[in-house]
């Protein structure tokens, strides 16, 4: 079979990453195009791979010929226009979380996705794909905790990046739990309060850490705790409280070491680390959904409900007091 000829838009860290999952990972892919705001590191890129061309804009690279099937890895603010400009071309789009970064925004790719008439938007939320996180589904869909009634999470980060601002906590953190427990729970989230503990020092001028509620349709509650400057390592946890039982994602790190008195693991230093496993699952379904022409993963609508959930916790935060989620009807394309 024809390997899929990708393009990639943000050859930042996560950008670099997924390339180096492309050539020296997975099978059936070539890197065609590569393009960034930062032209230098596009460039840079660009001449470390034996294929690919530069392009100085990603409308350019959409438009390239050569290129089948496009990821989208740039900020989150200029995800619309590069994944609108992919459903025009009629190109596969795999785009790293969020899908947009307002309901608004994702509402008009939803629209023209409905309209284009097929699916062509893959949403990076990788936890799906994740061992524990699947693992964790199939315990819960096996009925062995009885019915899901809370679930705690903590989403920890030692420490983020100069541009990261205190929305991004939600829309750029925080959305992974929002979309996590939406799949989890086979359930949509209702309703949705933010609280903000005592300032972490480390933090600057973020609000930082966060604690947010989620109140699911079924009744169950999620607590999610956000700390994005918490210096000890990336700590991604999760438990869900069943009727009957308990449910939680494991340490993950393959041994601990018990020695002098102490007891010990190692903690994961950041994302690439922690979620090595999906992000390759993830983009091998991705590659094969390309291939045969027949998008899986998470859509666009996860993309949009994720936003709507993100909006009411912006407001939430800014407002100090619980906001409703209100979803539109969602169009039978995406059932
Ligand atoms: P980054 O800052 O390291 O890289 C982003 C790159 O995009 C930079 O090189 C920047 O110059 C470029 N860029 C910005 N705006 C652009 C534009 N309009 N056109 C072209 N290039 C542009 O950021 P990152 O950490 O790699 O994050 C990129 C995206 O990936 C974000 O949406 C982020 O939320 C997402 N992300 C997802 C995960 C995950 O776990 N799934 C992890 C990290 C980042
Ligand atoms: C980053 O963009 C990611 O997606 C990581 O998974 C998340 O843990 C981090 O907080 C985000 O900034």
Redesign the pocket.
């Known amino acids: 079979m024809a390997a899929v000829r990708v393009g990639v838009?943000?050859?930042?860290?996560?950008?670099q990453d997924h390339i180096r999952r492309l050539t020296r990972v997975l099978a059936g892919s070539e890197v065609m195009a590569v393009?960034?705001?930062?032209l230098a590191?596009a460039k840079s890129v660009a001449d470390s791979l034996p294929a690919a061309r530069m392009h100085t804009t990603?409308q350019d690279l959409i438009r390239d010929s050569s290129v089948d099937a496009v990821v989208v890895?740039?900020?989150?603010a200029?995800h619309e226009e590069y994944v609108l400009a992919c459903i025009a071309a009629g190109k596969p789009v795999f785009c790293?979380?969020?899908l947009a970064t307002t309901q608004e925004a994702c509402l008009r790719i939803l629209e023209a996705e409905v309209a284009f008439g097929r699916r062509l938007v893959q949403v990076?939320f990788?936890r799906r794909y994740d061992p524990a996180y699947v693992a964790l589904k199939q315990t819960l869909s096996s009925g062995a905790i009885g019915a899901p009634l809370m679930m705690h999470c903590a989403h920890r980060n030692p420490s983020v990046?100069a541009h990261y601002t205190s929305d991004m906590a939600i829309t750029?953190t925080t959305v992974h739990e929002i979309d996590v427990v939406r799949w989890l729970l086979d359930d949509e989230i209702m309703a949705t309060s933010v609280l903000t503990p005592r300032r972490n020092r480390r933090a600057g001028e973020l609000r930082d850490p966060l604690f947010v509620l989620l109140e699911m349709a079924s009744g169950a509650l999620v607590d999610v705790e956000v700390s994005v400057n918490i210096d000890y390592g990336y700590d991604i946890r999760g438990e869900v409280v069943g009727e009957s039982g308990v449910a939680t994602l494991a340490e993950s790190n393959v041994i601990t070491v018990k020695r002098s008195g102490s007891f010990m693991g190692h903690v994961p230093v950041d994302?690439r680390e922690r979620?090595i496993a999906a992000y390759d699952a993830e983009f091998r379904a991705w590659l094969d959904s390309v291939e045969a022409g027949v998008p899986t993963g998470p859509s666009t609508w996860d993309g949009y409900a994720a936003a709507a959930v993100c909006d009411a916790a912006l407001a939430a935060l800014r407002e100090g007091r619980r906001q409703l989620v209100a979803l539109q009807k969602r169009p039978s394309f995406y059932d």
């Open positions: 838009i943000g050859v930042g860290m996560i950008g393009t960034d705001s930062d590191r990603g890895a740039s900020w989150g200029s790293e979380k969020p990076g990788m990046p750029d994302w979620f």
